[in-house]
């Protein structure tokens, strides 16, 4: 499967007409069909693996924001803080750190999610809500980062009510850090090709969506 254009076209203006962004997530995929998503207007797009990006964020246009959605090792920080647009996956107050200084190296504030953990699956990443107002409260002497929101993933399952669930009680713990914090505290990623509908009648303002506009990946090819 390559690029699927209508599949584009029509989620791209379902998701304009509730205010949600679209990360078109193209980990794996080649430049050309970057490029043909580019050519319709998509300027958004979400990778996970720090050398892929840095390969194509260097031979792509120079306008697109690039989003890392993956899971973020401190040491490699410095390859993406010339240029990342969103971080969504940070999740410790080492990691935060260390991208304050490389974006004090580079001249510039580098926009960030915290990950919330909330599936539960054991794998997944992120901080649970005491580690998420501590690394919060830490965040105001780190001055070249800016929390703009949380990130996370729900269960991978067919249980319906419990991925709602989990898309709740993200939005819960969001509503009350923005009541807290308020300005910049907007953005709460979550939803992906299989769940962003429900994502977004839960509060999402920010989906990923990777298969669904590019077709299924295949690592084996990779
Ligand atoms: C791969 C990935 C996505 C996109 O997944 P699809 O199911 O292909 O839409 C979204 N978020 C994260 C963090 C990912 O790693």
Known sequence: MSLQKEVYI???SELDQE???LVA???TKPNEDIE????LGQRAFGENYVQE???KQASLPKDIQWHFIGHLQSNKVKYIAPFIHLIHGVDSLKLLT?????AQKNGRVISCLLQMHI????TKFGMDFAELEEALAASIHLPFISIKGIMGMASFSDKKEQVRNEFKTMNHYFKNIQS???VPFTMLSMGMSGDYQMAIEEGSTMVRIGSLLFGARNYANN
Request: aromatic letters at 4%.
């Open 10 to 12: 029509k989620i791209k």
């Open 19 to 21: 205010n949600v962004v």
């Open 25 to 27: 997530v193209s980990k």
């Open 36 to 39: 043909e998503l580019y050519q």
């Open 53 to 55: 990006l840095v390969e």
């Open 98 to 102: 260390e991208i304050n200084k490389q």
């Open 119 to 122: 599936a539960t699956e054991e």
């Open 180 to 182: 807290k914090v308020g």
